[in-house]
């Protein structure tokens, strides 16, 4: 998609109006606006917000600057939810026109905050605009340090990362991430940065999105796939394709479905109750397996769901999550797996801060095989459920829940004088 003019979306009046009318205005920073666990939270923070501002003291208002030039799946209901959306592609290539477009952006919007969700990247972003960028300028890590690892492929990109780390001493306020685990892998730590403010600010979610029966659900759910309500269900949400590599002896990518996909097969083999739903974006891997499944002569116990809108009512109805993830910069799907009663069996890399409720998680070594995980596995699901009410009240009491979550944003955007959601 073609850059849009950046003028065509400031109204100084309009802007002058929004100020005076104590509007907290925010840039937001991303690639793009794809099914990622950062851009699902920016969008609940949008719909939260549309539906708050009207009653809230101050109103917060996003405009979202996308990198990577292009549209993607959310881009249509963020703007629906009142975001502004800003095509500016940062290539090597088109470096001059992107420095010219921020500088320009930054002096239009007359914002209080920008939120960089693009790991060392922001010190690059904020150098760009220095002289124009706002009070409070915060870089946030989501991504594990695997994908900086993935993203380093030459020396230029080296110097680039290495570059934009170092940038952020110096222009960043806040260094944001959605674990503590996960900014100390990145070598964001206090003592390294004096006077910079370092901590987690996890994304949040409507909690009550999770609540529901179990056992109704869990009919549903047999219905549209054609089990029997006996049926036990595994369950796996996250993206099928990524970057390829051998780790521990094995070809794996950043959410390991290969893997997860193994273990179900064991299960089914040791439990005949056994059926597996797997649920993620990527069309070829998509095809691969279910090719792998039809071999197995498993089709009628494995379903490939592809890309869902109602993760919520599959966790509801399920029995056990299976996150053999190779790294998470927090593990969100874990977390909404808690808010609707789903026990977890997760990979020992995922970071203890996504545990609320203890009762529910356990983690299992990546080094261990997939018939070891299969065992462990069906151990959990024999389990009596928890109670999913309690659970879901855990969660919509944490740092996880939207509430906590824009309030936590509030605070940072808007320093002492914002009192939204507190």
């Not at 529901?212 to 009919?219: I, P, Q, T």
């Not at 593990?331 to 020992?348: F, K």
Request: net charge neutral; aromatic share 10%.
């Amino acid at each position: 998609m073609a850059a849009v003019s950046i003028h065509s979306f400031y109204d100084p009046a309009q802007v002058a109006q929004e100020v005076a009318t104590r509007e907290l205005r925010v840039l937001q920073v991303f690639h793009g606006l794809g099914m990622g666990g950062a851009e699902t939270w920016l969008m609940s923070l949008l719909k939260y917000f549309h539906d708050q501002n009207e009653y809230a003291p101050l109103r917060v208002k996003f405009d979202v600057l996308l990198t990577g030039g292009q549209k993607a799946i959310f881009d249509d209901e963020a703007a629906a939810l009142g975001a502004r959306l800003l095509y500016v592609p940062f290539t090597r290539r088109t470096l001059p026109s992107f420095v010219r477009a921020f500088r320009t952006i930054l002096v239009s919007g007359n914002y209080d905050a920008i939120h960089d969700h693009q790991d060392y990247m922001a010190g690059l972003h904020f150098l760009f605009g220095a002289g124009h960028l706002p009070a409070v300028r915060i870089a946030h890590v989501h991504n594990p340090v695997l994908h900086i690892t993935n993203y380093v492929t030459d020396p230029l990109r080296g110097l680039t990362s290495k570059t934009a780390k170092y940038l952020l001493k110096y222009f960043a306020t806040d260094i944001m991430g959605t674990s503590l685990q996960v900014l100390n892998e990145y070598g964001f730590r206090s003592d390294d940065y004096p006077g910079m403010n370092i901590g987690a600010a996890h994304c949040g979610f409507d909690v009550t999105r999770y609540q529901g029966s179990h056992e109704e659900a869990h009919r549903e759910l047999c219905s549209e796939l054609g089990w029997v309500t006996t049926s036990k269900i595994l369950l796996f949400v996250g993206r099928l394709e990524g970057t390829e590599g051998h780790y521990m002896g094995r070809l794996m990518t950043h959410k390991n479905p290969e893997f997860a996909l193994d273990i179900a097969r064991r299960c089914i083999a040791k439990d005949d109750r056994i059926r597996f739903v797997m649920v993620g974006d990527g069309a070829a891997k998509k095809l691969e397996f279910e090719a792998r499944v039809n071999r197995w002569g498993l089709g009628n116990k494995i379903s490939l769901l592809g890309l869902r809108s109602d993760v919520p009512r599959l966790m509801q109805g399920s029995d056990l999550l299976l996150f053999p993830s190779l790294a998470e910069g927090l593990g969100m799907v874990a977390v909404e797996a808690q808010a609707a009663g789903l026990r977890v069996i997760a990979s020992d890399t995922t970071p203890r801060e996504c545990v609320i409720v203890p009762k529910l998680v356990e983690f299992c070594s990546l080094n261990s095989t997939a018939s070891h995980w299969a065992d462990e596995a069906l151990r959990l699901i024999r389990l009596p459920g928890e109670d999913s009410f309690t659970a879901n009240s855990a969660v919509m009491n944490s740092a996880f829940s939207i509430e906590s979550s824009a309030a936590r944003l509030c605070k940072l955007y808007g320093r002492a004088r914002c009192s939204l959601a507190e």
